[in-house]
């Protein structure tokens, strides 16, 4: 399995600033994906970080608002920029192990925007 | 698009008794995985259930796929406290792939 790390376990920041969340991963994995956990609710997914080329987002999400960045096959940057209240979520890493069928999540960051 | 869904989404029940949680999902997969989250915290990877008429048990929990009803359950047998969480199904948006689509959840309670 693979062990996840993500910075900072929580944060409380201003509206209109910026934060970026850090994913370590301990081995080298192909995808990381990055999910977003809205208060009360499911997960849906935000981006999937790609090494050497541009991250790919799904609907409703834009690079000028969440930028990524994966410099090597073990770690990744989500930055939310210029936050609002509604930015206010977990935010989690996600990577495939080994064998394609297994999906792990690191431990979250949990942001507070006020 | 693919789309999700559990019920219940809250469950509240007792010690000792036996209750299932349902996951319905529209498009076909290839498998299917259950996560369990505690209150504040990230997701545990419970089953993943690759085939149809798959079964995988883990202590009180059990996990089953029909790929042609589109369903799986997971079945709780004699809940105690500890087995209070949210639990969520999860579905590859495309057959293959690694991108998940989430149920919205099941909250479930277990009172002594």
């Known amino acids: 399995s693979a062990v996840i790390s993500q910075k900072p376990s929580r944060d409380i920041c201003q509206r209109g600033t910026s934060l970026t969340i850090q994913c370590q991963v301990d081995?080298?994995?192909?995808?990381m994906f990055w999910y977003r956990q809205q208060p009360g609710q499911s997960l849906t997914l935000i981006a999937t970080?790609?090494?050497?080329?541009?991250?790919?987002?799904e609907s409703g999400f834009v690079i000028d608002k969440f930028p990524i960045s994966r410099p090597n096959l073990t770690f990744s940057t989500l930055t939310v920029s210029n936050m609002s209240p509604e930015d206010s979520s977990i935010y989690l890493c996600?990577?495939?192990?080994?064998?394609?069928?297994?999906?792990?999540f690191g431990p979250g960051t949990r942001l507070t925007v006020t | 698009e693919l789309k999700v869904e559990q019920n219940p989404l809250f469950l509240s029940m007792q010690e000792g008794k036996n209750y299932t949680i349902y996951c319905n999902y529209s498009?076909?997969?290839?498998?299917l995985y259950w996560y369990r989250q505690d209150p504040g915290k990230s997701l545990e990877s419970l089953f993943v259930?690759?085939?149809?008429?798959a079964v995988k048990q883990e202590g009180r929990l059990m996990a089953s796929l029909d790929t042609k009803a589109r369903l799986s359950t997971l079945h709780i047998t004699a809940a105690v406290h500890d087995l209070s969480a949210t639990y969520f199904c999860?579905?590859?948006?495309?057959?293959?792939?690694?991108?998940?689509?989430f149920g919205q959840g099941t909250r479930l309670t277990i009172n002594p």
């Open positions: 999860a579905v590859p948006r495309i057959q293959g792939a690694q991108k998940l689509v």
């Open positions: 081995s080298q994995v192909t995808m």
């Open positions: 996600s990577v495939a192990g080994t064998g394609r069928n297994e999906q792990y």
């Open positions: 259930l690759l085939s149809n008429g």
């Open positions: 970080a790609n090494q050497g080329s541009e991250a790919t987002y």
């Open positions: 498009t076909t997969s290839d498998r």
